[in-house]
């Protein structure tokens, strides 16, 4: 008697002579599993499809009918009878069949038991196979799965207490090359300490309830030592009573992204400050450009409908206004160029009193105006100091101003200059006004930071003076910080120069400005702007100084002009219609090779200043022009 196994399925057609097979695998019994030739592959569908048409095993009796059969299964003549027991797969499929060969039917009669019986283990095992390999592959998947996602994948066994842990877990926790199933107190001995009760916890608490779900982020400790900020999400499979018996879930690295989610929420806030800091900006300035024109406007009416006392008084109030507007917009810009680092310092050594009584100067009107004292030392009073002496002076007349601004009337301000201990120089400007609040003394200096103020805002200003004393001192390679006790107690800021290392020179007395006396002679002025009101008052001041002159509204209007008239320096707006300045002053030259130019402009960046040098303009100066450091750029033209 023969045993046999045969199979015919999409991957091609077997005939094993002793061996038993199954999909996927084979449980050998001899050595060797054995292709079927072509021309017998019909014999073996033959018998699939009797076996797929029945509930059970074939008998078949060897004759004209089967003969196919037993030869395609290689058969000996001498056998004449066979009887195959399907081996059937999931959903009963038949994958094959055990064959029994005899001689005679008794011969086979007496095995058909057996053969029913190796039937149906060869299914067992062909289906333990099949689900053993789809396991595998599962498996497989799921780990390229965890190794493409970045992400840790588990598996908990919650009974036994194993946890089995996909190929994620190497890569993402550096867990090494072992993925073999863990406790689960392999995960909860790396958390961090801080962490570890809470989502111990977490767990422990979503497992006992009837959750399906549960999600933590925490720190992670991988093998090295370092920490990672992680996602853990759990699924829980419960039974009929809702106790989990399984829970399957992923760990996710998550520390870039927290990262980028903190900078975003930095960024964000940032610009909601920022945008805040406009709004308030643009309110302030509103305010504080109003605050000087209603009085200016309310002066011109006095002036209209007052006598001479009454006009000399408006003026005065006009002068003071317009100057304090001078004053907000020459802050806008400094800040502008300061931020842009486009402020070019001018160093020397001068008298640090030279540069304090310039402040002092400056600042005069507001301290009588206020009735503040203000007291000045400088020890030693030769202290050499080397730095740009006008933006110095503007320095302590910015400090000198805030004390004056934010101390009540009659108050005491002092300013104290001596030598550092690191060869420097130390100034120190102190008032007894109304103090700084601990809180705000970081941030003083930052633009457009002010002191909290009453509706009114009586102290004015735009929140930028401060932040240019800082700017310029740092400039100049020094330090400036803020000191006070609180509301009420005053305020000291004391600004560290660096040391100047070179001799002064000798005479450094006479090194301070000099006015000339020298009268200018008489000159022939062209004015040129199309603001018409701008023009003609200029032109009546410098009539009044004694010079002649002729206005203009445009480009072509001041070369006709400029024909007739024959200017000794021509003052031109930039931003004229038809032509600009820059054009015209091109024009004027060529056709009047000796004049002097100057620019009288509201652009007063330095890529409008090296414009005006190109174009090839002898002054260049910013609207409103004082009318003194007008008629000194004059003199100074006329007389070279």
Not at 13 to 30: C, D, I, M, R
Not at 184 to 212: F, I, Q, T, Y
Not at 409 to 420: D, F, R, T
Not at 425 to 452: C, H, K, N, W, Y
């Amino acid at each position: 008697m023969q045993a046999l196994l045969a199979a015919s399925h999409a991957y091609g057609s077997y005939v094993a002579p002793g061996a038993l097979w199954t999909e996927g695998a084979h449980l050998k019994v001899n050595a060797e599993t054995v292709p079927a030739p072509p021309a017998d592959v019909s014999a073996l569908f033959a018998l699939h499809r009797r076996l797929a048409m029945g509930d059970g095993p074939v008998t078949l009796a060897r004759g004209a009918e089967h003969e196919a059969i037993f030869r395609g299964l290689g058969l000996e003549p001498a056998t004449q009878f066979l009887c195959a027991a399907p081996v059937r797969g999931g959903a009963g499929r038949v994958l094959g069949a055990i064959v029994l060969a005899a001689a005679s039917a008794p011969q086979l009669e007496t095995s058909l038991a057996t053969l029913a019986e190796v039937a149906k283990l060869a299914s067992t095992a062909s289906e333990g196979s099949r689900q053993l390999l789809r396991a595998r592959k599962e498996q497989e998947r799921l780990q390229l799965l965890s190794e493409a996602s970045h992400e840790a994948l588990w598996d908990w066994d919650v009974k036994r207490d194993v946890v089995w842990w996909g190929g994620g877990v190497q890569s993402l926790l550096g867990a090494g090359e072992d993925t073999e199933p863990r406790g689960s107190s392999w995960r909860l001995e790396r958390l961090h300490p801080e962490d570890a009760r809470r989502v111990e916890h977490g767990l422990r608490g979503a497992l006992g309830s009837s959750a399906s779900a549960w999600r933590e982020e925490y720190r992670f400790r991988r093998q090295d030592g370092s920490w990672l900020t992680v996602e853990e999400r759990a699924y829980f499979l419960r039974d009929a009573d809702s106790r989990a018996y399984r829970v399957i879930g992923s760990i996710r690295d998550i520390s870039q992204l927290k990262v980028s989610l903190h900078s975003e929420r930095q960024a964000r806030a940032e610009a909601e400050a920022a945008n805040r800091a406009k709004d308030e900006f643009l309110a302030m300035l509103s305010h504080e450009l109003r605050n000087p024109l209603a009085p200016i406007i309310a002066a011109l009416d006095l002036m209209r409908l007052g006598g001479e006392t009454t006009a000399e008084r408006a003026r005065a109030v006009i002068d003071r206004q317009a100057r304090h507007l001078v004053r907000l917009v020459e802050d806008l810009m400094d800040i502008s160029r300061i931020t842009r680092g486009k402020i070019e310092l001018v160093r020397e050594p001068v008298l640090l009193r030279q540069v304090v009584a310039r402040a002092v100067e400056m600042t005069q009107p507001l301290f009588d105006e206020r009735r503040h004292r203000l007291t000045t030392r400088i020890e030693p009073g030769d202290l050499v100091v080397n730095v740009d002496s006008s933006r110095m002076a503007q320095v302590l007349s910015n400090l000198l101003n805030n004390a004056a601004t934010y101390t009540p009337p009659g108050g005491q301000v002092a300013l104290k200059a001596e030598p550092s201990a690191e060869g420097g120089v130390t100034i120190r400007v102190a008032d007894s006004g109304a103090g700084i609040d601990p809180a705000m003394l970081s941030e003083v200096f930052g633009m457009f930071v002010q002191q909290p103020q009453a509706p009114d805002r009586a102290q004015g200003g735009l929140g930028l003076g401060l932040a240019i004393v800082r700017n310029l001192v740092e400039l100049h390679g020094g330090q400036v910080s803020a000191h006070s006790a609180g509301g009420g107690r005053g305020a000291e800021f004391v600004i560290q120069l660096p040391p100047y290392l070179v001799p002064p020179p000798e005479g450094l007395e006479a090194s301070s400005p000099r006015t000339t006396t020298n009268a200018p002679r008489p000159a022939r002025v062209l004015l040129v702007d199309d603001n018409q009101d701008a023009a003609d008052t200029l032109a009546e001041l410098l009539e009044d100084c004694g010079y002649s002159c002729s206005v203009a509204y445009d480009g072509p209007s001041a070369l006709e002009a400029a024909r007739r008239f024959q200017p000794s320096v021509a003052i031109l707006d930039i931003g004229l219609p038809v032509m600009d300045g820059y054009e015209l002053a091109q024009r004027l030259r060529s056709e009047h090779s000796a004049v002097r130019l100057v620019a009288l402009t509201g652009y007063g960046q330095e890529k409008d200043r090296r414009a005006a040098r190109e174009a090839k303009f002898d002054r260049h100066l910013m609207k409103p022009a004082e009318p003194e450091r007008l008629r000194q750029v004059l003199s100074e033209l006329l007389l070279a």
